[in-house]
């Protein structure tokens, strides 16, 4: 991603990503009564919304790169890297506000747990199509930020290795990096780190709620925890 954002430049790059993120939101508010068509524009929208993802993970070592002087680059990335991980604290704390756990209160009688259930169900979809107008909202006006103001480089370069643009095809890089045993092995600990890390966080509620856990404090334990990560990671990029 990071070979694409020097082909069409940084500015491109964030003005896609970000398009990507008010594309796949948008899909995933149209309304539709059948169900499986319903289904596909979520998954399509949470495609796209994924897709943009590759931007926010590569491009904050070409922004320091661009932005920044050899001496700030450690940190620039470090704070580039790890500032999208406020967002995810932040769905820690909104989501279960906005959406709560009722589920858990269809232990009625037998006779009415059938017109609860349709119920709840009615209201926690319509809760959660609040919520991603919400994140709808939120994209959108990162998207317009950035169509009114995201030039792709400084005036003038930090250093002289700002200025200078070096670039490899990416079969070349490929090549490279396949035959390099050091990044193999850093690549499969950075990917079980994160596959833990993610597959964890995102079932954390469910798996708190076999210790009578409730969905709002456990979105706190998530946000408290994730925001953690966040400042010692900073902290050791200084």
Same mark, same amino acid.
């Given at each position: ?8 430049? /940084?500015? *491109? $790059?964030? /003005?896609? !990503? ?6 796949? =939101?948008?899909? #995933? ?22 897709? +943009?993802?590759? *931007? ?6 070409? *922004? ?31 989501? @279960? ?10 232990? *009625?009688?037998?006779? +009415?747990?059938?017109?609860? =259930? #349709? ?6 979809? =319509? #809760?959660?199509? #609040? ?19 995201? @030039?792709?480089? @400084? ?11 070096? !670039?490899? $095809?990416?079969?070349? $890089? ?35 709620? =076999? ?9 706190? /334990? ?17």
């Amino acid at each position: 991603m990071k070979h694409l954002s020097l082909i069409i430049g /940084l500015r *491109v $790059s964030v /003005l896609l !990503t970000t398009f990507l993120t008010v594309l796949g =939101k948008g899909l #995933q508010v149209i309304p539709s009564r059948d169900t499986t068509m319903r289904t596909v524009l979520i998954n399509l929208g949470q495609f796209f919304c994924m897709a +943009s993802g590759t *931007v926010a993970l590569g491009a904050p070592p070409l *922004v320091s790169g661009t932005w920044f002087p050899p001496s700030e680059r450690t940190t620039a990335t470090a704070i580039g890297t790890l500032v999208g991980y406020f967002g995810i604290a932040a769905a820690f704390a909104v989501g @279960p506000a906005m959406v709560p756990g009722v589920v858990a209160q269809t232990n *009625v009688s037998n006779a +009415s747990i059938s017109n609860r =259930k #349709q119920d709840l169900t009615k209201l926690i979809d =319509k #809760q959660l199509l #609040q919520y991603t107008y919400f994140e709808l909202g939120l994209c959108t006006a990162v998207f317009f930020c950035a169509l009114v103001y995201f @030039p792709a480089r @400084p005036p003038l370069p930090p250093s002289l290795t700002s200025s200078t643009l070096h !670039t490899v $095809s990416t079969k070349a $890089s490929l090549k490279k990096v396949i035959k390099n045993r050091q990044f193999l092995w850093l690549a499969t600990i950075t990917a079980l780190i994160f596959g833990v890390y993610y597959g964890w966080m995102s079932m954390l509620g469910v798996f708190l709620d =076999k210790f009578h856990v409730d969905a709002v404090t456990a979105g706190w /334990l998530g946000c408290s925890s994730t925001l953690a990560g966040v400042a010692s990671g900073i902290i050791v990029g200084r």
